[in-house]
């Protein structure tokens, strides 16, 4: 498959089969966020695999983010906001990396779902995250247990128009 075919065809995934991913492919996954492009070359994230039930089932108690608890493993993406820097540019950077993470997943057979459903303070208490840092998402990977379908995207004549903002 094309890389353009894994962007494509790649779905949020919200079941998850009871299955490890194995370490191998979880490395590949975490690459693919290491080689992402940043401002400056600066990579002003960290990333927090969690793999602990009980610290999954403590985050999966919102409305929208009950399946973390069964993911294989999920990641909080923080962005590092302790300067100047790090606040203007460190969310766009570690999402790209996130990003990076969740299309590598799809071309490995592993499903993931953005999660926007998380108390940051809580986040940052439970896993110690210090104050200069801010949790930009959590995803939750694994081996998907549902096929979802295709959704509805907007036409390119909706979105896109060249040399000036024309709706």
Not at 69 to 97: E, H, L, N, P, R
Not at 114 to 122: C, H, L, R, V
Request: proline residues 4%; hydrophobic residues 40%; positive net charge.
């Amino acid at each position: 498959m094309s890389l353009v075919d894994v962007i494509s065809s790649r779905r949020s995934v919200r079941s998850y089969q009871k299955r490890k991913v194995p370490d191998e492919v979880l490395n590949k996954i975490l690459e693919a966020g290491r080689q992402a492009p940043s401002a400056s070359n600066v990579q002003p994230w960290h990333f927090i695999v969690l793999t602990d039930h009980e610290i999954k089932e403590r985050f999966s108690h919102g409305r929208w983010n009950t399946f973390i608890k069964d993911s294989a493993f999920t990641i909080v993406g923080c962005g590092y906001v302790g300067d100047s820097y790090g606040q203007k540019w460190s969310t766009i950077d570690t999402t790209i990396a996130l990003e990076n993470m969740v299309i590598a997943a799809w071309a490995l057979g592993v499903g993931s779902c953005w999660i926007g459903d998380f108390k940051e303070e809580e986040v940052k208490k439970l896993l110690h995250i210090p104050d200069d840092w801010k949790v930009i998402a959590l995803i939750s990977f694994g081996y998907p247990a549902e096929q979802p379908g295709s959704r509805r995207k907007k036409p390119l004549t909706e979105i896109v128009s060249y040399n000036n903002f024309k709706l």
